[in-house]
Structures are given as structure tokens and as C-alpha cells.
């Protein structure tokens, strides 16, 4: 097994959609679906991060914009496709080491002619704004004629296979010949976003150009350019399609221009030379983010694919965007942005690429107005974050959906999931923590934490009777159960995210003085208000079961009719148990991921390991992991309270959520918060890494017995550190002097000097 790659060995255009997924190229500015070319099935996907429109559509949608991709060959005629000839051999790869898509088979068409195909594409992580194509065509037992049809397609529409919600985003203004190469610019309905794709194709041999014939046309919004190419047996014949992509979000005059000269620089330049510094940008990535795992071949290969998407989805350059909830791979979701990026992606890159990090916190400060807009539409204060959102903060989650029969139901999250509020906060503060970027906290965190509390201070409900603050009619992680009160999560996060706010707000006044007067008259904030924050924090109320430490998901979640997990499918999932309705799910204690699970995990501190046992032990008999986000929290909590075999089987949950489609919709785009999640169970969960109230890093490790070794690298704070457990032993190495916990011992680490901690 090749521990780099990702191989699909047979032809099936039933998978072809999945595979699409699973095979997309993307380098943060973009998402190229990994749609075969020589096929007539699958879903056409190029997607540019921050391109929402709505026209028809319910709500604002990622824009499925012009496919630049679309090539076709014929020889004497007779069309290259998969689906008319008989196959002889097929490989498809993704190679995560250089994200490089590889295409390789061999056809006999309908008239006897053998021809072998490989192509080869990439999506520039030198050049975001580059792709390139090249194809090697052999002629196995002929000689003839090619004719090589190169196309910008626009036509493409977003739910092309959905008669009820299909819809095209832009309109095509300009079509443009190139001589040689091919232009097209089309605009957005709503949002009059221009995007510009423009492509050209070459064939040398010994330098001469051994394209003849060219021909350009326009087919209504499609636009061609054509080239003859006659060709021998048993000779290979390589031919390179150039493209380059620039919208009027790069803030460049002239795109036409401007678009027809890159592609040029590119052509001169050549396809090998970009291909090139793509690689060796793409090898020194691996250096800082590879996780290596020795002895499971199958738990190194899905760790890989699983970070090579995280990474991919990413674009520390552009703060105005972050990642959706199926990254840049899909339309599922409608591209939009959810908690899944806080909460599973971030501490990835926080640990791995903070500068990136800190740009996808950016992308909440710069919709900071729209959030404000949310709370002040909902009658609250402050900042209230979007269930939902996309390029600018304000509420897009639809109002109607489908429930698990298929029938028409009305979508409450974007009215009462309101803990996305708190977990933006808490992916500042972990940010901070972390890189201990003062600057960072000072200019953004501040006014961040600030706005929530005064969200939550206008959310609370103060009862009276019991002298409590409550939060009513909430939705928690947990889906299943709507318009509850008391969320156990929902109340934590908010009380934590109350103090958190006043203890910045103490530590603001110290480092900034000036910052902070500025803050309290832009906000309208004084003393007592900081001091209401503590005070409510401290009553907040959280259910739990007559005084144990078992917590109440919500209040009443333990009057609702037991149903205990019992079945499970060939991917190890959950099957519903026996008798219960799938249009009644709320009158059971099922749930439907991790909610009590998952606070415990993220305010560790703040527990203790008895409450962690006792409430995962109960919890985990009733989810039924109907969200990816779920298998990656059970398996670091499971390594934390001993539940060893569990947590290894959720790991794989995990892993493999796209490449065994064990979610059932990998075709619809990428599990991102799944791939974040799979980092999390490496590094939080097998690597046992915490950080406790002290600000040290903690390690308490446990490896499956057929691992015999996990190797990852860290950032923390100014340092590198590198991380290689054994069975027997643990080897550190810092760059930096660096104060570490392992097993409830304290180590220092001097700086490039190796340590070794037996186990």
C-alpha cells in the first residue's frame, strides 16, 4: 500500500459522484471537483472561496461558477468516453505528498482502436490563481487523426440534478478569443461578482507546435477552441491545458487583460516549471502538519487524507473567508459556514499554522456587522454569529428542509442554535492561548469576547422563583430535541463565555489602557457591566440528575423515553433502534451527536474525570452519530476515561467518514469538520496532548497495540516541537527551552536538545 495515495483501480460511474469528492483539488482560493473528464456522470464543481449569490434560490449559495476543466478528444471521430468503449485498465490517484490527481487507463472504442490515457492535474498552491491539465494520448494499434475540443463551460448551474431547486448564479457577459487560448467572464446575478476563466492548450515535440487547424467557437455560453493533431501508433503524444482564475474580488482593474497576460505567463513559463514549485511548496507543508503512525497502514492513510483536505481548504492570504462546512469540495450545505470551523478545524491550524489560523478568526471580525445585525433583528444586543453564514455575517440557514422520511419540515437552527455565539469566542481564546498573540487579542479578541457577552447578557432569563438566569427555546449540538431549555452546553459555553469576557476586559485595561476607554465607549460599556457579566455567569444554570454528576443534556431530557443503542451497520454505525419513530425523535433520549460529550472536552478544566466517565458512559449508549462531527469526540473521550476499544473504532469513524461514505453523502462535498476531527483524535486522543489552567503543555498518551509509533509536530507559542511516541517511550524535541507535562510530571525541555520520557 502506498501511504501517499489515494488509488481508485476500477471504473464504476455509479461512484462517481463520491469519488469526485474524494479526488478534489482545491488550494484555498478555489475548489476544483475531482469530476472525470472522459465521463459522461458525475457533478461539474469549481468553486471560489467568499462567491455567494441567491438569485432564485432560497437563501445564498457558494456559486458553481464556469467549468474551465472541460476538454474532449476524438480520433477519426470517435469520442474518448468511458461509457461507449470497453475498458481495459483503470487507475485513478490522488497523491496527497504533491496534490497531484493522476487518470490512467487504456480503451478500446467502438471501431477496435486501442488508446492509452493518462492525464495529470493540479491546483496551484504556488499561484492560487493557476491550474494545469496535461494529457498523454498513445494510439496503441493505429495511427490517425485527433481532435482535441478544449471548453470554458458556462452552462453550469448549482443543483443541476434537482429539477425543484436547480438555479444558475451568473450570467455570462463576455466570450473572448485569445489567439491562441479562450476567455470567459461571467458576473454574478445578485452580487455582480466577475470571475474570469481563461485557458489555452499546447503540444511541442523537439519545440515544434504539432497543433494544426485551430478553430474557435461559441456555442450559446460555451465557448471552444479546437486543434488537429495527427498522430502514430505506439507514440506518445503530450498534450497541456493552461488556466488561470481571477474574480473582482482581487481588487485587479482590467480583469480581461490582466487574465489574457497571467495565462501567457504561465504558457511561457510552462507547465512543469509551476507543477514544480507546487510541489516543493506542498512538500515543505508536510514537513510542519505529517502525521506519521507506524504499524496501521490503514489508519496513516486516512489520517493523511484527512489533513491534505483540511490544509487544502485554507487560504491565509485572504481573511474575508473561511472554510464550509464541505470545504470547497461541494455544494452541500450551500457552501456555508458553521461552527464545524471553530470548533473541529481550528486547533489544527492553530497548532499547525497559526498565521492561517488567525486568519480564518478574521473572517468573524470582519462579519462582525453582520452578526450585530442578527442580534439586533432577534431584539438582543451585541453580536449574535449566524447558525449559518457567508460572506457576511448575517443569518442564511433555510427555513424548510427534509426530516429522515423525506417529508417537509421547518429548519429551527438558524432561529435557536445560538451556541455558535460562544464557540467563536472560544476559538479566539484558543488561539490565544495558544500563540500567546497579545497584538491579536488586543486589536480583534477583546471586542469579540465583549460583543457575545453582551449578547448572552440579553439572551439570559432571570427566573425569580429560583433565583437562576436560564436560556429557553435553544437547540444544542444535539438536533434531535428543538426548542429546549437549558441546553447544558448552550448555558456552559455562555457562562464561560460571561467570565471569560470580564477577565479580558481586566486584563485589556492593564495592557491597553487606551484600547480598552476606546472599546467602552464604541460598545457602550462601563464597570458595572463587567461586573453584571460575573454575576450572571455565576448563575447560570446547568441540569443535572438530583445532584449527581451525571449533567441533564437539558432540562426534562431524562423524562423523555429511553432508547438504547443495540445494532450497528457494516461501517459500525448506529442503527435506530427497534420501535422508534423517526418523526418522533424528540420524545426519546436519543441523540444525535456529541452535546454533554462535547462540552466536557472543550472546558476540561473545569471537570473532573469522575463527571467524564459518568456522562460518557451514559451519552454514548444513545448517540447515534447522525453527524460527522460526532465519532471524533467520542474517541478522544473515550481515550480519556479508558474506554480504549471504543475509542480506536470511533477513530476509524472518523478517518474514514469520506472514503467509506459512512455518512451516506460524500458525493454532496467534503466532511470538513471530519477532517479536522481526525486531527483531534490524533494529536488530543491518541497523543493524549491537553493544556491545563497553568498554560502547560500536557501528554498523556495511549497507543493501540498495533501502533509502533505516532509522530506529529507542534507550535506552541514561539517554539517547534516535535512529538515521536513509542510503546516504551516518548522523544521530544523543542526548538525553544520549553516547560512540558507528561503523565502528571514536570519536564523541561532544553532547546534542541532531544528528551527522552520512558512510559
Excluded at 119 to 131: D, G, I, P, Q, T
Excluded at 325 to 344: C, P, R, S, V
Excluded at 385 to 401: C, N
Excluded at 473 to 481: C, W
Aim: proline share 3%; with cysteine.
Amino acid at each position: 500500500m502506498n501511504l501517499w495515495k489515494i488509488i481508485q483501480n476500477n471504473y464504476n460511474p455509479k461512484e462517481n459522484r463520491k469519488n469526485e469528492t474524494i479526488f478534489t483539488l482545491a488550494n484555498g482560493y478555489r475548489g476544483l471537483r475531482g469530476y472525470n473528464e472522459f465521463s459522461n456522470y458525475g457533478w461539474k464543481g469549481n468553486f471560489i472561496a467568499g462567491i455567494y449569490d441567491k438569485s432564485e434560490a432560497q437563501i445564498q449559495e457558494i456559486v458553481n461558477n464556469p467549468d474551465p476543466l472541460a476538454i474532449n478528444f476524438y480520433i477519426n471521430g470517435e469520442k474518448i468516453n468511458l461509457d461507449d468503449g470497453k475498458i481495459l485498465k483503470y487507475e485513478r490517484t490522488l497523491n496527497m505528498k504533491n496534490a497531484t490527481l493522476n487518470t490512467n487507463f487504456e480503451l478500446e472504442l467502438g471501431s477496435g482502436k486501442i488508446v492509452e490515457v493518462f492525464s495529470e492535474r493540479f491546483v496551484s498552491k504556488n499561484n492560487l490563481h493557476r491550474w494545469g491539465a496535461k494529457y498523454q494520448i498513445v494510439p496503441k494499434n493505429f495511427s490517425g487523426k485527433l481532435v482535441i475540443e478544449s471548453i470554458i463551460d458556462g452552462t453550469v448551474t448549482n443543483s443541476a440534478n434537482d429539477p425543484y431547486n436547480e438555479v444558475k448564479h451568473y450570467c455570462v457577459k463576455k466570450i473572448k478569443d485569445l489567439r491562441p487560448g479562450i476567455l470567459l467572464n461571467s458576473q454574478t446575478r445578485d452580487k455582480k461578482i466577475s470571475v474570469v476563466e481563461s485557458t489555452t492548450i499546447r503540444c511541442f515535440k523537439e519545440s515544434e507546435n504539432l497543433l494544426t487547424n485551430r478553430k474557435f467557437i461559441v456555442l450559446g455560453e460555451q465557448v471552444k477552441e479546437l486543434y488537429e493533431l495527427n498522430i502514430k501508433e505506439n507514440q506518445a503524444y503530450i498534450i497541456y491545458k493552461f488556466g488561470v482564475t481571477y474574480t473582482s474580488r482581487d481588487n485587479i482593474p482590467n480583469l480581461d487583460e490582466f487574465s489574457e497576460k497571467e495565462l501567457n505567463n504561465f504558457t511561457f513559463g510552462g507547465y512543469e516549471d509551476e507543477l514544480e514549485k507546487h510541489i516543493n511548496i506542498w512538500n515543505k507543508i508536510w514537513e510542519d502538519i505529517d502525521i506519521e503512525i507506524r504499524g496501521d497502514e490503514k489508519a496513516q492513510l486516512g489520517i493523511r487524507f484527512n489533513v491534505f483536505h483540511l490544509v487544502s481548504c485554507a487560504n491565509k492570504d485572504d481573511p474575508r473567508v473561511s472554510i464550509p462546512a464541505k470545504g470547497l469540495h461541494g455544494e452541500g450545505y450551500k457552501g456555508h459556514i458553521f461552527w464545524d470551523t471553530e470548533i473541529y478545524m481550528l486547533p489544527f491550524f492553530i497548532y499547525t499554522q497559526p498565521e492561517t489560523a488567525k486568519s480564518l478568526l478574521l473572517y468573524r471580525y470582519n462579519t462582525l456587522s453582520g452578526a450585530r445585525m442578527n442580534a439586533m433583528l432577534n431584539g438582543y444586543k451585541g453580536a449574535q454569529f449566524a447558525w449559518e453564514s457567508t460572506d457576511d455575517g448575517l443569518e442564511t440557514t433555510p427555513k424548510w428542509g427534509k426530516d429522515y422520511l423525506g417529508n417537509p419540515v421547518r429548519i429551527w437552527t438558524g432561529d435557536e442554535e445560538i451556541h455558535i455565539t460562544a464557540d467563536v469566542a472560544f476559538a479566539y481564546w484558543e488561539y490565544y492561548r495558544t500563540t500567546n498573540d497579545e497584538q491579536f487579542m488586543i486589536d480583534y479578541g477583546a471586542e469579540i469576547f465583549f460583543d457575545t457577552a453582551k449578547f448572552w447578557e440579553s439572551r439570559v432569563e432571570y427566573n425569580y422563583q429560583k433565583d437562576r438566569y436560564e436560556i429557553n427555546s435553544v437547540i444544542g449540538p444535539d438536533e434531535f430535541h428543538e426548542h429546549v431549555n437549558n441546553n447544558a452546553y448552550t448555558n456552559y459555553m455562555a457562562k464561560w463565555n460571561l467570565a471569560k469576557a470580564n477577565e479580558i476586559s481586566n486584563w485589556l485595561k492593564e495592557k491597553d489602557p487606551i484600547k480598552y476607554e476606546r472599546l467602552c465607549v464604541d460598545l457602550g460599556l462601563s464597570e458595572k457591566d463587567f461586573t453584571k457579566w460575573t454575576n450572571i455567569s455565576e448563575k447560570i444554570y446547568i441540569p443535572k440528575y438530583n445532584g449527581t454528576k451525571l449533567i441533564e443534556q437539558f432540562e426534562g431530557y431524562f423524562n423523555l423515553k429511553d432508547c438504547v443503542i443495540t445494532e450497528w451497520d457494516k461501517n459500525k454505525m448506529p442503527i435506530w433502534p427497534k420501535g422508534v419513530e423517526l418523526d418522533k425523535l424528540n420524545k426519546t433520549q436519543l441523540v444525535k451527536q456529541a452535546d454533554v460529550v462535547m462540552l466536557l472536552l472543550l472546558l476540561e478544566d473545569e471537570f473532573d474525570e469522575e463527571t467524564m466517565e459518568i456522562n460518557y458512559k451514559y451519552y454514548e449508549k444513545r448517540t447515534m452519530h447522525k453527524s460527522s462531527l460526532s465519532p471524533s469526540m467520542y474517541s478522544i473521550m473515550g481515550l480519556k476515561v479508558g474506554d480504549t476499544h471504543n475509542a480506536y473504532e470511533y477513530f476509524f469513524k472518523t478517518v474514514m467518514t469520506d472514503l467509506q461514505d459512512n455518512q451516506g453523502n460524500t458525493e454532496f462535498g467534503l466532511h470538513a469538520a471530519s477532517t479536522g476531527g481526525s486531527w483531534q483524535c490524533a494529536i488530543f486522543g491518541f497523543g493524549g496532548l491537553s493544556v491545563d489552567q497553568e498554560g502547560v503543555l500536557n501528554f498523556k498518551p495511549w497507543l493501540p497495540e498495533q501502533w509502533k509509533e505516532l509522530s506529529f509536530k507542534l507550535r506552541w507559542r514561539d517554539a517547534k516541537l516535535k512529538v515521536d511516541i513509542l510503546q516504551d517511550k516518548i522523544v521530544f524535541l523543542s526548538d525553544q527551552t520549553l516547560k512540558i507535562r507528561v503523565f502528571s510530571k514536570d519536564y523541561i525541555l532544553e532547546q534542541n536538545k532531544p528528551f527522552t520520557c520512558q512510559r
